[in-house]
């Protein structure tokens, strides 16, 4: 790596290297693991700090010590590391670590909301908090803990921005996924990583991105602890269905309902969600009759089940009735749809139950533009 005068905030000190010689505390291996990943010289480097390169040998091999408070503040700039790592007390560094430790349960309540169907509140929770952990890390303050919890609430934003935005509008869903999977990338973290390369792969997918959408998602079925698995394998199915890939798709529902026999049902992973997705896999594969068998079929009675997934499956099912022209069943389920996602502020499934109504129900087409006039009149107020 060619030498650079600084260093790059959002990945230099996340690495297990970095974070062992920082929690050693000793300067000198803190100086020689800088040196190393930034590819500086000891010569360039104490002609960026301004000193003799004696010194730098001096300070690396632990001969000299440096306890000048602005001669450490300093040091602590140049490194892009906050001061309290080489030992100066810092009342910001010291009330930022505070609001970390917040951030933490501000990003895990964020993530439950908007499971719970309350995703405009969750991302009115997370703004000011991915402000303040952006501007930190823009600062040159590269503390692993930030680019972690960064990378949470980037992910939770953007699944969350996919949530309320209409269909027109999900790019922007997709590139704050992309963002978060920048960092994730280099932290040496399994289960962050599925998370971002999940939410990354979803978010495209919903902007008919399906090739790159499998090709993350298959990254992330790659690297998934086990708990994680049957997070990963609902949007992976889905998007080998709507690529036409009927022999992965049916592997994936295979590997779903494995999934569940071997897990605890939760909000995101359960028969409801997984009936929904087979129901839909089965449509988009080309396989009508069987999906209207599956339709016909009760729904699981399932108690904890995220609220967006009600609204979903209702549009899927009305899908598969509208195919083999039973209206009245087709009709019921939209008008549920339209009527639970506007509840959930959900614009797009508003336009997929539209979609399937277009020139055929027109009363139900007229109930989704209502209502997504009034969620535009919401958002505006």
């Known amino acids: 790596m060619p030498h650079r005068a600084s260093a790059a905030p959002l990945w230099l000190w996340t690495s297990p290297e970095a974070q062992a010689a920082l929690s050693g505390g000793h300067l000198g291996e803190i100086l020689r693991t800088y040196r190393k990943v930034t590819g500086t010289s000891q010569a360039d480097l104490a002609e960026e700090l301004q000193y003799d390169r004696t010194y730098i040998v001096r300070l690396e091999n632990g001969q000299r010590a440096l306890t000048d408070v602005d001669a450490l503040r300093r040091l602590a700039e140049h490194l892009g590391l906050p ?26 309540l964020s993530a439950l909301a908007r499971e719970a169907g309350h995703s405009a509140e969750a991302i009115n929770e997370l703004w000011p908090l991915v402000w303040r952990l952006e501007n930190r890390l823009a600062a040159g303050h590269s503390d692993r803990h930030v ?92 998007t080998l269905a709507e690529l036409g890939d009927a022999a992965g798709f049916d592997a994936a529902v295979i590997d779903l309902h494995r999934f569940m026999d071997s897990a605890q049902e939760t909000l995101l992973v359960n028969p409801f969600v997984v009936r929904e997705v087979h129901l839909r896999g089965l449509l ?43 209206d009245s069943s087709a009709t019921t389920a939209l008008r549920q749809s339209i009527l639970t996602a506007e509840a959930l502020r959900l614009p797009h499934q508003i336009q997929r139950a539209m979609r399937t109504a277009r020139q055929r129900f027109p009363e139900v087409e007229a109930l989704g533009t209502i209502a997504l006039q009034r969620l535009q009149l919401t958002s505006a107020g």
Request: aromatic residues 4%; hydrophobic residues 50%.
């Open 83 to 108: 001061a309290h790592t080489l030992g100066v007390t810092d009342q910001a560094d010291a009330d930022f670590a505070t609001m970390i430790k917040f951030g933490e349960s501000t990003v895990r």
């Open 147 to 238: 680019a972690h919890l960064l990378t949470q609430a980037r992910v939770v934003v953007g699944v969350a921005l996919g949530d309320i935005l209409p269909e027109e509008s999900l790019a922007a869903a997709a590139r704050w996924t992309a963002r978060a999977l920048n960092i994730a990338g280099v932290l040496d973290d399994a289960v962050l990583l599925t998370r971002a390369l999940r939410a990354h792969g979803n978010e495209l997918r919903k902007v008919n991105r399906k090739s790159a959408a499998a090709i993350r998602l298959r990254q992330a079925a790659g690297v998934a602890p086990a708990a994680e698995r049957g997070t990963v394998l609902i949007p992976l199915a889905r």
């Open 284 to 326: 988009a594969t080309g396989r009508v009759r069987q999906a209207v068998r599956l339709a016909e079929t009760d729904t699981p009675d399932v108690g904890d089940v995220a609220p967006q997934w009600r609204a979903i499956e209702r549009v899927t099912v009305a899908e598969a009735f509208s195919l083999v022209a039973d």
